[in-house]
Structures are given as structure tokens and as C-alpha cells.
């Protein structure tokens, strides 16, 4: 399972109804206002990155009323594994 929290900035006086529609898509388990520099953060989750994305770039951006999102995809052991790797650098004695 791929999850990721997205933070959104609504239009002024549109945070409730794009709540309200993020509630009703499929794969957003959580999603609340927000007082500060956004107005909602959404946890979404998928089987995958591809539906993940899916539901990131087309469905919430359908959704409307959106200036801007901020999106942070939640990283595992196993998917660092593949992205992250490590060289021994030997040190130098001077």
C-alpha cells in the first residue's frame, strides 16, 4: 500500500466544498481543515505509485477551486531501498 498527505491551499471561502468532495473519492481515507499556511491535508492511500498518482493528479485536481497542492508520498524501508543507494567512500589520511 502507497500512501502519501496532501496539503491543499482552496480558494477563499471554498475549503468545506472541496472537503466535502475529497471525502467522497475513492482511496482518501482522511481529510480535515486546517488552520495556518494550508487549508486541508488529506491522507491518501493506494495499491500502488500509478494509482496514487491517478487519484493525486486527476481526481483531486478535477475537484476545482484548488491555487495549490503540496504532496509528500510517505517512504518505507522497502521503497528506500530501491531509490537510496550507498557508496563506501574510503577516507583520506592526510
Known amino acids: 500500500m ?3 498527505y ?3 491551499n482552496t480558494e477563499i471561502g471554498a475549503e468545506n466544498q472541496v472537503l466535502k ?5 475513492d482511496g482518501i481515507e482522511e481529510a480535515y481543515n486546517l488552520w ?5 491535508i488529506a ?3 493506494a495499491e500502488n505509485m500509478e494509482k496514487l498518482k491517478h487519484i493525486i493528479t486527476n481526481r483531486i485536481e478535477k475537484i476545482g477551486q484548488i491555487n495549490s497542492k503540496l504532496t509528500m508520498i ?6 528506500l531501498q530501491e531509490y537510496v543507494t550507498f557508496e563506501a567512500v ?3 589520511e592526510q
Not at 21 to 25: N, P, Q, R, S, V
Not at 36 to 40: A, E, K, M
Not at 74 to 79: G, K, L, P, R, Y
Open 90 to 92: 574510503p577516507m583520506i
Open 6 to 8: 496532501v496539503l491543499l
Open 43 to 45: 491522507n491518501v492511500k
Open 74 to 79: 510517505i517512504a518505507d524501508q522497502t521503497s
Open 36 to 40: 495556518g499556511v494550508y487549508d486541508i
Open 2 to 4: 502507497t500512501t502519501a
Open 21 to 25: 468532495a475529497l471525502k467522497g473519492i
